[in-house]
């Protein structure tokens, strides 16, 4: 049997993941010899990642910090990722891909309550309320980062939208070639002002129903 094995901070062997190696247990590899890299490690470093952004904030990032964090070595980030710049691009251009649920609620104005509520809830979010915000700070001296958070925040809400859009156009409550850029400003701008520009600390009582209902009313004007 094979086995990469180095160990611990406590003295206890780890395999080339740095994770608890378990004992009789050889390393599986590819046909090509590669080594299989364990999902629930790469599970455990992007968790880590996450909260290593919502602690420190990007600049002061570190993968020995990331690595510590999710409880392997270093070199099991390495092996995914080849920099922190790399590692955070991958994990914020995953949430566009991975999008918003569509609302089906037979209205406009119903769906357009349901995405303001898993919106809200999305950006209010501990972690995430600490980490857009700084990453928007570092977007504006990376454009790397520009583009990928450009991409998460505009796609993620962008499909939705226009989905919310469409299904009211078949329904007959917007015109049909409605603006779909001004459209998706007047869904998808109000709610980020509050949430993550000024950083409104609670909002108020009745808002996100008062504003599905004014936002329904402007896009039936369009």
């Known amino acids: 049997m094979l086995f990469d094995m180095t160990t611990n901070?406590?003295?206890?062997?780890?395999n080339a993941e740095g994770a608890p190696e378990r004992p009789q247990q050889?390393?599986?590899r590819t046909p090509a010899g590669a080594a299989v890299l364990?999902?629930?490690v790469t599970e455990a470093i992007r968790a880590a990642v996450f909260e290593e952004l919502a602690a420190v904030g990007?600049?002061?990032m570190s993968i020995e910090g990331i690595a510590r964090r999710a409880g392997v070595g270093k070199t099991a980030v390495y092996r995914r990722w080849r920099s922190k710049l790399h590692l955070v691009l991958d994990l914020v251009s995953a949430v566009a891909v991975q999008g918003l649920p569509a609302p089906d609620t037979g209205t406009l104005e119903g769906d357009l309550r349901l995405?303001?509520?898993v919106t809200s809830r999305a950006l209010r979010h501990p972690v995430a309320s600490q980490i857009i915000p700084d990453l928007q700070a570092e977007a504006a001296r990376n454009p790397d980062i520009a583009e990928a958070m450009q991409k998460a925040l505009r796609e993620g809400q962008e499909g939705v939208a226009s989905g919310i859009v469409a299904a009211a156009e078949r329904r007959g409550e917007v015109r049909m070639g409605i603006d779909d850029e001004l459209a998706l400003d007047l869904i998808s701008g109000p709610l980020y002002w509050r949430s993550v520009v000024i950083r409104s600390p609670k909002l108020p009582k009745g808002y996100l129903e008062s504003l599905a209902r004014a936002t329904a009313v402007a896009l039936k004007a369009l």
């Open 9 to 14: 901070a406590d003295g206890a062997p780890t």
């Open 26 to 28: 050889p390393r599986r």
């Open 115 to 117: 995405l303001y509520e």
């Open 58 to 60: 990007y600049a002061r």
């Open 38 to 40: 364990r999902e629930d």
